[in-house]
DNA sequence: AAAAATGGTTTAATCGTTTAAACAAATCCA
DNA sequence: TGGATTTGTTTAAACGATTAAACCATTTTT
């Protein structure tokens, strides 16, 4: 009931100053303070149960032990993921999170870039929409702590940690090509962002260096606005072309989806007919008749380097880190020459 | 850079004092204060791109608007649906959110309440798991503002917003019965959650009120903790005894999801071996050879009147809403009597 | 003409901490 | 014995806002 027990209230209870109370309760001035009444203070403290107001501490130190998290949509599960990884590795460490979606938009995002940092956040994780790399460099010459996460700019010498999307989509393209795929397609998102752009260098070289032709009409770049119609044209076209391709990639977890819900519409048989590599990690590919192979990006480790980094960030602002975190392909019956599963 | 401009600096510069800026910047004594000054004043605010120190406002007027959102899992799709609309409906209203996922643990449940307290959010939302009477009823004398999402007590008096699971299930059985099936298995969770209880009321309810049999070995419920396996388990069982169902309800996302797979696993055809009605919508559902019929929660919406009625609780702590809200039975080909979908 | 109301602004206390600096008392050292 | 140290604690000024109350001019009322 009643106000909250200040630091104020220990004080007078034991006749002392707050500073006094404040020394002890931070182990500060260690060797200074006398035992005995530093033992009193901190029962008292417990026996009231006392909480510092962290605004006053905020106040006074300009640290609120708060991350800001911007995802483009905190909806999707991937984005999900990253959320719950990155507030398990700041509760670890005392920090609490508030997030954000950008809903891939530039405006959207740096209107919540200021949103938090007027919160006061002590540092910001951010994986950023296109077009951010002004917003960007201003944060970065008001030294304002933060870390890319999933996505960076090469022109930008920033922190991040991202996966490495070029060795993933090169890897994901020389198995299909190992297990005797030739016309190989992708589907992709039309977008600068340079994550994407790497999963497509990686396709196009792993195509050049195993002598394939690399058709203009097999490397489908769709709206990200219109994600679900434009990868159903896109794999239309491609499985139905006079040149059909015989696998296909696809460079995200919803074009996946998308792409897969088609090819049922479209009565493609998976394996058979086309083989499939997914990206990205979903419950969803289990109820899939044949479940895919895909590229799977480890969602926890780069959350959590992601965290740690910010968190060394906070004291030195200028120590930039980069890392880029290789994928593993898990190997499933999508992409394997004769279907294991042929008929359910 | 430099530092970031407070009060002090816009009055200093126009020689007044920080009380008048803070009235004029606030609007307040509006009727009092010389046209002339007031527009210099805002001028120069802007000028300075002004910002408010949150911290100090919020040590000051006690305020921070910030909301704690507490969810099983914010890496669950479900979940993450609700904090994606919690965020939206607090956005527009000038509040941020903190969010800190349970796992479905009490205590670590209690333990992020007190920690969202601690950083002085104005009020909470909570998806509580079971074996949180105590803490609420805690919570509830100290008046702090919250309100139940999803889930609550029907033995305590808080407010809520929650789906109507007893009618939700109710029609989803009902819906299997018209469409010829009689004997019908439900997979729920073994959970004392009131919201899952309910889900099991319903569904026997309509049984009963149909004069169809309730075999217990027809009701199974797992052991969320292992989810998985024992879904697995459970369908095994329900498809494969002296009696098998002829439909199956499940009670989750997850569950659906466990069961759909292990359908496939078992070869067992839906919906001609066994119809189907799943819970929740999710994308996974639409890779599945016969779309899943599914009871659809109205996330967004429960989220938004959630968060709704706790800014409203925020000046009235005492003013109690409880709302239930009405599912909608999507209906797909999993549960009809002939498929159209035969093979892909 | 004195009293009251009004208008425009400032003063100063306050929220709950942190922390450098000051202070007093005990202890040390030569 | 007395100056320098050490030890233990307090004083007081921040941090950046809010807001009741005080203040001083005008203007209005009686």
Redesign the pocket.
Known sequence: MS?????????QRL?????????V??N??E????????TRIRQVASELN????R???S????RTRTLGLIVADIANPFSAALARAVEDEADQHGYTVIFGSSDENPAKCSQLIDTLLNRQVDGLLIAPPAGMEAKLTALQQQRTPFVLLDRYYPSLHTSYVALNNYQAMYHAVEHLISSGHHRIGLVTFDTVLFHMAERGRGYLTALRDHDLSTRKSWLKAVDPCNAAVETAKAIRELTTGVQPVDAVVFASNMLTLAGLQQLIRLHVRVPDDIAVVGFDETDAYNLFYAPPTFIQQPVSEMSQQATRILLDMLDAPDRIMQVNIPAKLIVQASSLPQSVVHEQ
């Open positions: 106000k909250k027990p200040s630091l104020k209230d220990i004080a006749g002392v100053s707050t500073a006094l109370v404040s020394y309760l931070n500060k001035k060797n200074r303070i006398g035992k005995e009444i530093a006392y909480q510092p107001n605004m006053a501490q106040l006074k130190t300009n």
